[in-house]
């Protein structure tokens, strides 16, 4: 986030603090995830929500609020919608989408397809790079049978009538 903080005119302490703190939820109990969206009263969008892929960051961006004192509401919506859940008012501004490009090209693991997406982002093509993330998300989350989030094929359908790229585009290396 550090890195694209000046790439996408963000400001460096926001995105250092939603790239620190976006995954504060994702190491709890699916139990303790359900219990703490309870708690907080997070009205799940979609049934989808309920999985702990979509949960960790709803819970997350609650958590970070309770725990740390965080009031910022870009911060709070991009960690709540960096898996695609919920309905925040900034669920596609640039802070909400460089974190889940971030979060996708953290270097723990190589994967096919990171440097085309590395590219992308570090290019500044901000709907080009949310459209590859789109598709390959879809694609990852399929194979792994999670439910893909009413959002993400949504966020998916608008980016690719925009930029109508050919299938070409998807091609990974």
Known sequence: MTELSPIYSLDRIQAMTAGLLH?????LSHEKQLALAEEAC??????CEQHPIYLHALVGAYLVSRELGITDCLILDAIAAHSYAGNGHNFNV??????????????TQEWKGMKKLRSIVYAKLIDEASLLHCRWAIEYFQGHRVPVHPNLTKQYQTLLSKLAVTEAFFERW
């Open 23 to 27: 995954d504060a939820a994702r190491d």
């Open 42 to 47: 997070i009205e799940l969008c979609d049934p």
């Open 94 to 107: 640039p802070l909400s989408r460089c974190l889940r490009f971030a979060d996708i090209l953290a270097p």
